[in-house]
């Protein structure tokens, strides 16, 4: 292989400790895109999770008679809003990298929508 022109643009730099190998991206600084439909899905998710979560605290202060209602929201309110604000902060910590390589490392962590 030549050493003129290397098939990968990564370079292993060995001088931060000795059992730590940090990989730099010596390529263009090309930013890879963020993916559309999961970040759709992600602020979708907060939106539910944040109307469900306010309209259990609307059942269960203004409805006496049933008090179960406002804890199903509630519920569903939390399962739907956890998992919309972890991915909303993860698109957002990959919109704000520095370096190509740093917001790749975030994007590999949010599942792909097909």
Do not use: H
């Amino acid at each position: 292989m030549n050493e003129e022109n290397p098939r990968y643009n990564f370079e292993i730099n060995d001088e931060i400790c000795e059992g730590d190998i940090k990989i730099e991206y010596i390529g263009p600084q090309v930013f890879p895109k963020i993916p559309i439909k999961p970040m759709l899905a992600a602020i979708f998710l907060l939106i539910c999770g944040i109307v469900l979560t306010l309209m259990g605290f609307i059942e269960e202060f203004t409805n006496f008679e049933e008090p179960s209602r406002g804890i199903a929201f509630w519920v569903l309110g939390s399962l739907t809003l956890t998992p919309g604000l972890y991915f909303s902060i993860q698109f957002y910590r990959a919109y704000r990298a520095k370096t190509p390589a740093e917001r790749m490392t975030v994007l590999r962590n949010i599942p792909d929508i097909n």
